[in-house]
């Protein structure tokens, strides 16, 4: 599918739109430090059962922390710290933390975003974010970074459109424009971005690697991969 085929564009946030490594690196150190008390051994098992890779100082492709939602991400904790109340009590202080962290640490993959954005929306394009972070974080951040007068949709795991790699929330974002979902484009950096874009049968499925993603797990569910979300705008208005 040509790129003029396209009407709206569902992009993911961490790791797409936001700088994964920039923004989360250091709310995940502090969360853990929290949840655990100060008890360093119990924060390094947290972040070792998300997938930090303690050699790297990153967070694995593929891996909880880069792709699950807050609500799994809690589970996978709970088990680790043999957490003794109800697992939705430690989705809510994850809640919190994720939202207060990311919001204050938030950094765009490119200083150029809101003119990307800018040209999207002059081209008559509709613009979602389809997050595993909980809705009212990805607003916030949204908010933050001065974005929200560019954005049509927004879809948090907490939104009622299920998860990723599940269709819902490209769905959802493809009935809110009245358009078929082979008209819509999905960006993502992880594999579940992509497998969501392809359950749904959006028209063009679109790999990013500037922020961590890896391409050879992008490669089998990729139309095309990008480096620059600039490289994006100019494939879709080609």
Known sequence: MSGRDIRAVLFDKDGTLIDFDATWKPVYLQTVQTLAGGNEALSRRLLEAGGWDFASGTVRAGSPLRQASNAQIAALWAKEMKYPGRVETLEFQIDVLFRTGGVQHAKPTTPHLPELLVRLKRANLRIGVASMDGEAAVRATLERLDLSPFIDFVAGYDSGHGVKPEPGMALAFASQCAIKPAQLAVVGDSPHDLAMGRAAGAGLVIGFTGS??????????????????EDFS???QA
């Open 234 to 236: 100019a494939l879709i």
């Open 212 to 229: 961590g993603g890896v391409r050879e797990l992008l490669a089998p569910s990729a139309d095309h991969i990008v480096e620059r979300l």
